[in-house]
């Protein structure tokens, strides 16, 4: 066998946490699949907060050790298959996790069994856009176990997160109660939720005023709002935070597990197809100019998601 140098690859990183300026484009040596896993060369990767927390050093103990990258999920195609892998073929248009948060560059890997068929009716910036949104809103329901006839309360309600959530939680019956701002007020209504402003003077007020009685909240905000919660809950376990670190000082479950993609996207895929359950893309940005797309998610006024396109 002939020894060939791996090839680079434009990708993302940071060498110091900070705000979206220490971000870089540079470039890295080619990942080469292990077992269970493929390359995918991406062509859409999609933004979340907890990237930007991360890379702001939000959960640090202490000073990076190597470069890191951002990204939890991503659609390409598949483009190099692990020596176990009998699933996938090269050149499958897929989308799902990454297997090391760095899908924010040209070629990511990700666990075989994390990911789903890109259907023709996706675009790949609209399915970067799902796998994290879409499972951590099923989990959060899965887990809160809500059930028709009742009242939700979600904070953060307008981000993708919360919307998601929002759409399944009405198609099982339940009431929903959203925190957006103002500016989301409007599109947030036309979905079929309650909004209510998410400032914080007077928000019980506010959320009492709307829903008198609250059966359980999802907390994708993660900014002191647990206390609340579980005052307006009566109960801790009526509570699932997905962003708040500070969740077991509340007695409240923090929610950091993972559904199967391929699981969740089952159940939820043919309701987007349908257009029952949707997810906008609000805005997309070229690898070339992430840090901007990152700028943009760290603004907190968002309707729907923002992805960066390869």
């Known amino acids: 066998m002939t020894w060939r140098k791996p090839m680079p690859i434009k990708a993302l990183r940071y060498s110091e946490y900070g705000g979206p ?5 540079v470039d890295v040596e080619t990942p080469e699949p292990g077992p269970g896993q493929v390359r995918v060369a991406v062509r859409a990767a999609g933004v979340n907060p907890r990237d930007a927390k991360l890379r702001a050093g939000r959960y640090a103990q202490e000073p990076l050790a190597a470069p890191a990258g951002l990204g939890m999920e991503l659609a390409g195609a598949i483009d190099a298959v692990g020596p176990d892998v009998t699933t996938w073929a090269i050149g499958q ?46 989990r959060g329901l899965a887990q809160l176990g809500v ?22 939680a009405l ?19 036309k979905l079929g939720g309650i909004p209510v402003d998410y400032a914080a003077d007077g928000l019980a007020d506010r959320i ?22 579980v005052e ?13 670190p500070t969740a077991a000082d509340h007695g409240v479950h923090l929610s950091i597990e993972s559904f199967p993609i391929p699981e969740v996207m089952a159940e939820v895929l043919p309701l987007i197809e349908a257009g029952r359950v949707v997810l906008p893309v609000e805005a997309t940005f070229p690898l070339a100019d992430a840090a901007a797309a990152y700028r943009r998610v760290e603004t907190g006024h968002r309707q729907g998601k923002i992805v960066i396109t390869v």
Do not use: C
């Open 232 to 244: 307006l809950t009566g109960d801790p376990a009526r509570v699932v935070t997905m962003a708040d």
């Open 93 to 138: 248009p897929v989308f799902g996790r990454s297997a090391t948060r760095d899908a924010v560059a040209t070629h990511a890997l990700s666990p075989a069994d994390d990911l789903v068929a890109k259907p023709d009716w996706l675009t790949f910036a609209q399915a970067a856009a799902l796998p994290i949104a879409v499972e951590t809103a099923y």
């Open 21 to 25: 300026e220490v971000l870089r484009l």
């Open 147 to 168: 059930e028709a006839g009742r009242t939700l309360l979600i904070h953060a309600a307008a981000g993708g997160v919360g919307l998601v959530a929002t759409q399944l």
């Open 171 to 189: 198609l099982r019956g339940l009431t929903v109660v959203g925190t957006v701002s103002p500016a989301n007020r409007e599109a947030y209504a």
């Open 208 to 229: 009492r005023a709307a829903a008198p009685t609250v059966d359980y909240v999802l907390d994708a905000y993660g900014h002191g709002l647990l206390g609340l919660s």
